[in-house]
């Protein structure tokens, strides 16, 4: 088995199961990133449109981050702690989200992941106007 052996919806989950989550297209677009709120989560993600990522149970457990420019959200859930998904800023019709969640995923599938450097999205905007 490998990563292409995946069927359709992937179903993910965060660890206490409370949130479920399907995602209608083949893991891709695989990423690390190391802006400062990823290179502390530290997983490796994947890539869905909002049309393809749909959360299937345990939307009330979900809480939501966000920081800076406050245009991505950053989901976990607010039992078991385990980041999902998030609204992309770079283009919030696009969610990031947590391949180790994923069903029947094998973290030794991944040798490597490349990262995208997005160390400039993590500046906080010192004269930010509330
Ligand atoms: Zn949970």
């Not at 199961?17 to 802006?35: A, I, M, P, T």
């Not at 969610?95 to 906080?124: L, R």
Request: glycine share 6%; net charge positive; proline share 2%.
């Amino acid at each position: 088995m490998n990563i292409n052996d995946l069927t359709l919806p992937l179903k993910g989950s965060c660890h206490c199961g409370s949130v479920k989550f399907e995602v209608n297209s083949k893991l891709k677009d695989l990423r690390r990133c190391n802006c400062s709120i990823c290179s502390r989560k530290g997983f490796v993600m994947s890539t869905a449109s909002s049309d393809e990522l749909k959360i299937i149970s345990g939307e009330t457990y979900l809480n939501k981050y966000q920081w800076n420019t406050e245009i991505a959200e950053h989901y976990f859930c607010s039992k078991c702690g385990i980041n999902t998904h998030h609204k992309r800023r770079s283009d919030p019709k696009q969610y990031g989200y947590n391949i180790a969640c994923i069903e029947g995923f094998e973290m030794s599938w991944i040798k490597d992941a490349p990262y995208v450097d997005n160390t400039k999205m993590s500046v906080i905007k010192k004269n930010k106007v509330k």
